[in-house]
């Protein structure tokens, strides 16, 4: 058995025939994937600006959606780039919130509003014990990631926390004050208080009417989760900034399942390797009839719009900038660098050495753009808004923006 198929193999699995039986927005993320990297997604045509040359090269584009296995390492990168300026000199702690499986039926049918919930639960259980003066008495920062999956492709929503020791007070930097920076919080404490405020907040959404709730009874669920101990997961803190972003970027743009994970794809069906945390992560392998297995990716397809990484307390969006000038200030760090925005090619370049600017025929000469060739279907999206905008203009209204399609 091989150790991973290509990428094409993966590529062709997701047109199988059993995706027609899904929902139509699994349909259309699976089609963005089928087809990333081929010429349904457009093209750039480039040739060699070489005299003696004039080597021609067509580079497609790709699909850019960030459940695909071929796209998110570039955006990886930068987004790491962008945090490492953010960074300060305090310990970093790594905290993991999840939900007991009673709740996965009734997650699946309303995956925004519990996804939500799940976020608020979590920054309000760290937020609430950071301002505690037994603590920290300050406001942390906290970035979290949301994770659906486990090893073996079962929904496991949950997420991922990086905590700083550190905090803020009325605009005043409060360091840590645990000087061995063993743990952040008591694990039981966090526990109680996270399943206090996700039940609490469940309720509410029941009592409101904004859940979908068809077969679910709803009040013995609560009940028989209310009696279980909530998993709460705190490792032990980082030991350095660098750790930090390294740590970040594994979970940030990570996706259920990667080709390098999987064996052997048959006509009918797919094995792949996972660990087994359930007895100490040994690792096994499992084999899905091709429809179970597209079926069980389709479950970590997020909401479409959904945001899986955000941000609390002092790393919250909202004046960022300017609070972390401030603390700086007061740490003697200097000044916060500017975020800068690397070329891909010049990532490629760093990351791999290969220069893909250079002919690859000659190898002296320079590849140069020649033209883009956009998909048929955003052609006439284009179109279309063309229409509407001129029609609109001659109406006196303003016109709609047309976004152009997104380039490799």
Aim: aromatic share 10%.
């Amino acid at each position: 058995m091989s150790e991973a198929i290509t990428a094409q193999a993966l590529q062709a699995l997701f047109a199988d025939s059993s995706i027609a039986h899904l929902h139509e927005y699994p349909q259309w993320v699976f089609g963005q994937l089928h087809r990333c990297h081929t010429a349904a997604m457009g093209m750039h045509h480039y040739r060699c600006n070489s005299a003696t040359c004039g080597h021609r090269h067509i580079q497609y584009h790709s699909c850019g959606n960030r459940h695909c296995p071929n796209c998110g390492g570039m955006k990886r990168a930068q987004w790491i780039d962008n945090l490492k300026v953010q960074l300060l000199p305090t310990a970093y702690y790594h905290v993991v919130f999840t939900l007991p499986h009673e709740f996965h039926a009734l997650i699946l049918g309303n995956r925004v509003k519990l996804y939500k919930l799940l976020f608020d639960a979590a920054s309000q259980t760290l937020l609430q014990l950071s301002q505690h003066p037994d603590y920290l008495g300050a406001t942390c920062g906290i970035t979290m990631v949301l994770h659906t999956w486990g090893q073996d492709l079962s929904f496991h929503p949950h997420v991922h926390c990086i905590v700083s020791g550190g905090g803020i007070k009325a605009g005043k930097w409060i360091a840590a004050k645990r000087a061995n920076s063993k743990f952040l919080f008591p694990v039981k404490a966090m526990q109680t208080m996270y399943k206090g405020i996700y039940l609490s907040g469940l309720r509410k959404l029941l009592a409101a009417g904004c859940l979908k709730t068809t077969g679910i009874n709803t009040g013995q669920l609560i009940k028989k989760a209310g009696y279980k101990k909530w998993n709460v997961y705190a490792k032990s803190p980082f030991s350095h900034a660098g750790t930090v972003v390294e740590y970040l970027g594994r979970y940030t743009h990570k996706i259920a399942i990667t080709r390098h994970r999987i064996l052997s794809i048959t006509d009918t069906s797919v094995t792949f390797k996972y660990k087994d945390y359930a007895v100490g992560a040994v690792q096994k392998t499992m084999t899905l009839s091709r429809a179970e297995f597209l079926r069980r990716l389709a479950l970590h397809f997020l909401p479409r719009g959904f945001v899986k990484i955000r941000h609390y307390g002092y790393m919250q969006n909202h004046g960022k900038a300017e609070r972390l000038r401030s603390i700086r200030k007061q740490l003697h760090l200097g000044p916060l660098p500017p975020q800068v925005i690397v070329p891909a090619a010049q990532r490629l370049l760093e990351q791999t050495g290969t220069d893909i600017t250079q002919c690859p025929q000659c190898k002296t000469g320079k590849m140069e753009l020649l033209y883009i060739e956009y998909p048929k279907s955003d052609c006439a999206k284009l179109l279309v808004r063309s229409c509407i905008d001129q029609q609109a203009s001659a109406q006196g209204q303003m016109p709609a923006r047309a976004s152009p399609a997104p380039l490799s």
